[in-house]
């Protein structure tokens, strides 16, 4: 068995060297038939920090079944949490695991893809890459274009709420602003699930957990004006880390 996983490595590394890589590359990959997971290892080949990348896949069984996909790793998420929790007594524990959430030069990640059982061959490839200085690199614009996409929708979703908690805050005889501003927020997503959507205008998730950390505030916080300004600061400030990387500026990869 491992001659097999040998085989098929050396067959992949071939297949990527025969590619124009962009930033970052799969490195290796190694498949456990037993637990039928993949584990890829993709190494940053820039000089850049990178925030996100795009994988094409490819799984190949036994019975001649193929199936093609996709994932997508954002990771920029991580600058806005690592800016939330500055200050806090978890900041040096929490840095200590994730540094400063970026993806350095040179270092390797490791992703794991479950499979269904009977895998013959598997190819991962790297097709797009968001760097922190906002810049990007793509053999694939569609790849891109949902990356760009989920970040708009971050910051604008984020935008929708912190006005929301504006308006809640801006009612001096609202003793509860926080469960107001939760209601309403929570109200605007059961409105867009009960829609029909061709495109992903909104990232319910996102709102959602506004919502939760709401009704946190609203049930916690002795004072609750003072706790929710300190969280429309908060989020105020997400939205001023995460807008620049939702315009990236292509640099590499076809035109």
Do not use: C
Request: proline residues 3%.
């Amino acid at each position: 068995m491992k001659h097999i996983f040998l085989a098929v490595a050396l067959l992949l590394s071939a297949n990527l060297a025969r590619s124009a890589p962009i930033g970052a590359v799969v490195q290796t990959w190694h498949y456990d038939p037993q637990t039928n997971v993949v584990t890829v290892q993709i190494v940053n080949m820039s000089h850049k920090d990178i925030t996100g990348y795009n994988l094409a896949l490819k799984e190949t069984y036994a019975d001649g079944r193929v199936n093609s996909h996709e994932q997508l790793v954002d990771f920029v998420g991580r600058l806005k949490f690592l800016q939330d929790i500055k200050g806090t007594a978890d900041e040096a524990r929490i840095r200590k695991q994730m540094g400063d959430g970026l993806f350095h030069p040179g270092e390797t990640r490791t992703e794991l893809f479950r499979v269904k059982p009977g895998l013959k061959d598997f190819e991962a490839v790297v097709d797009v890459v968001a760097y922190a200085d906002q810049t990007s690199e793509a053999t694939n614009s569609d790849g891109l274009q949902r990356l760009t996409g989920h970040r708009k929708e971050e910051v604008a979703s984020t935008q929708i709420a912190v006005q929301i908690i504006k308006a809640a805050l801006a009612d001096p005889n609202d003793a509860d602003p926080a469960a107001t501003a939760a209601g309403k927020i929570q109200a605007r997503i059961t409105a867009w699930k009960a829609q029909k959507h061709t495109t992903l205008d909104l990232e319910t998730g996102t709102l959602q957990n506004m919502v939760n950390e709401l009704n946190g505030i609203s049930s916690r916080s002795n004072d609750k004006r003072d706790a929710l300004t300190k969280y429309l600061a908060k989020s105020e400030q997400g939205i001023t880390t995460l807008s620049p990387h939702a315009d990236l500026t292509k640099t590499g990869g076809p035109q």
